[in-house]
């Protein structure tokens, strides 16, 4: 088997190394408070693609701090009763893609919600208020300011959450088949998703991105897409003086540490050639998940397309396959 990070055994056994911050669980619990409060201000308006199947529309709501987040929503038409949900999370610097790539599950009865990341590639507002970029830069957005609420992963998680509860409040859907996927960093919010919100019943999260930073940063690979990490400590912190500080507060947005919560059926993706989200990465955040899962693996493939991805993730859901 090739190998590129640790063999199997070790990964199964592996637990990560990032430092977690010693109020992680206070932090995200404030976090959800905040949410809470939020009124979403939710809109639908019809959108320009329409089907002979589906129902498709613009919609909108509101995150914390005022960002307006846009969601691609189809569901079938002539809906009787209550049908379940699937939300859909984008890579990294992505958007929620096509209309036409959602029908799939839309054809087998169920509504669909796919997200823009806020300050990314679609229509969803990165408000701003830290010193920072957008579009790129993402991981580090915020990491300068003081209160760890100002990292932008804060708030993007958030927005998994409250799109959750927005979808289960609606009268269409049942709130008990409410299902979360995704590849990369859509892998990882759908972790944060499930985590967070923890009705959410099914995830499918392949080659989850955002998990054991240090461990990125110990193989040398904080290239691509965790390549802001190198850029970051060259031009603020040249001589790592502040290496574990920053490590640390990088802990508040580790996923490995957040998936704990989650209650879903889950299972997880993981290419053992991945030199993009290393799978030791990968497994830190697996390992660590008290619910029931499944790691469905691929021994040849990198950070790439992994066959049979989707059509496993619609078994999953839509036919019951775990």
């Known amino acids: ?25 206070e932090y995200w619990d404030k976090a959800i408070a905040e949410m809470k409060v939020v ?12 089907s002979p199947i589906a129902e498709c529309y613009d919609m909108y709501f ?53 997200m823009d990341v806020r300050g990314q590639g679609g229509k969803s507002e990165d408000v701003g208020g830290v010193c920072g970029n957008t579009v790129h830069g993402h991981i580090i957005r915020g990491l300068d300011e003081a209160d760890p609420r100002k990292l932008l992963y804060h708030d993007v998680f958030l927005d998994t959450a409250e799109l959750a509860r927005i979808v289960m409040d609606m009268d269409f859907i049942d709130e008990s088949k409410v299902y979360a996927m995704g590849g990369s960093q859509g ?24 998990c054991d930073y240090k461990r990125v940063w110990d193989m ?17 912190d040249p001589r790592h003086e502040r290496e574990e500080e920053i490590f640390t507060k990088l802990g508040y947005i580790d996923l ?27 497994y830190a955040a697996y390992n660590k998940m008290q619910c029931r899962k499944k790691h469905v693996i691929y021994p040849d493939y990198k950070h790439e397309y992994l066959k049979d991805v989707n059509d496993i993730t619609y078994e999953f859901f839509v036919n019951d396959k775990f």
Not at 189 to 209: N, Q
């Open 220 to 236: 040398d690979l904080d290239l691509e897409a965790y390549g802001e990490l190198r850029d970051y400590f060259r031009l603020f």
């Open 187 to 210: 892998g990882a919010l759908t972790l944060a998703c499930a985590s967070l919100e923890p009705r959410v019943a099914k995830a499918a999260s392949a080659e989850p991105f955002l």
């Open 256 to 282: 490995q540490y957040l998936v704990p919560r989650i209650k879903a059926d889950v299972m997880v993706f993981t290419g053992l050639l991945d030199n993009i989200c290393p799978p030791s990465t990968q």
């Open 62 to 114: 509101t995150g914390v701090n005022g960002a307006k987040i846009y969601v691609k929503h189809l569901r079938p038409k002539n809906i009787t009763g209550k049908i379940p949900a699937v939300l859909q999370f984008h890579g990294y610097q992505g958007n929620c893609g096509d209309w036409y790539d959602k029908l799939g599950f839309v054809a087998s009865g169920t509504a669909v919600f796919a």
């Open 39 to 50: 009124d979403p201000q939710v809109t639908m308006e019809k959108a320009k693609f329409q």
């Open 1 to 25: 088997m090739p190998i590129l990070d640790m063999p199997i055994k070790e990964l199964e056994q592996y637990n990560g190394v990032n430092p977690k911050p010693a109020d992680f669980d």
